[in-house]
């Protein structure tokens, strides 16, 4: 197995991608659990947080985030609209 494809396996069968759903809003906030650190994407404006995309302006967590979604490997965890401002505060300063 070649490194590229136990990343992508890793990133699909350990649910590294999450979802992260706000109520009632109904916003959405994703991440990627990456080797080190989470890193936030988000695919409605093609941008990621991690190096991959910072240097080269692509990454895998966006190429195979439709793979992850349409094979539901995606964790989703549900907050209240009440903890959004705390959350993205937490996410900014972890970046
Ligand atoms: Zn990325």
Redesign the pocket.
Known sequence: MDLQFKKINSLLSEKRIKLHLFEPSNRKIWT?V?MDKE?W?DPDLDF???P??YFNNE????DFFPLAKSKNQVEVTTFSDDEYESFIGGLLSEL
């Open positions: 990627v990456g890193y994407f990621c947080s991690c991959g995309y990454c895998y967590h966006l």
